[in-house]
């Protein structure tokens, strides 16, 4: 069982920045793809970025392009979500997942935290 815990999420203003953490129990985590995820009030959840077990592939939704990036660090058992020029839209619960696919497809992932706000002001 793989449990994930995500920090880093607060209140900051449009065009600020944050960077989220997704840090994991166990070492079968570095040996695993992790995707961001994010759901707003009402919404359903969306795909925002993943990176591979290795750090060597990434992909990021397109509206978050050139504002996000995803790295990870595999001796420290973390995943990080730099997030820069914040938007009101980006205001959501992020949440990090991991597992063996390498989609963007929420429901491709067996292990999930419990998410972290993100709230962006004007």
């Known amino acids: 069982q793989v449990q994930l815990v995500e920090s880093g999420g607060g209140l900051v203003q449009a065009g600020g920045s944050l960077r989220l953490t997704c840090t994991a129990s166990t070492r079968t985590f570095s040996d695993l793809n992790v995707p961001w995820f994010r759901q707003a009030p009402g919404k359903e959840r969306e795909f925002v970025a993943t990176?591979?077990?290795?750090?060597?592939?990434?992909s990021l939704t397109d509206s978050v392009k050139g504002r996000f990036s995803i790295s990870r660090d595999r001796a420290k058992n973390t995943v990080y979500l730099q997030m820069n020029s914040l938007k009101l839209e980006d205001t959501a619960v992020y949440y990090c997942?991991?597992?063996?696919?390498?989609?963007?497809?929420?429901?491709?992932?067996?292990?999930w935290g419990q998410g972290t706000q993100v709230t962006v002001s004007s």
């Open positions: 997942a991991a597992g063996r696919a390498l989609t963007q497809r929420a429901a491709d992932y067996n292990y």
């Open positions: 990176i591979s077990w290795s750090g060597g592939y990434t």
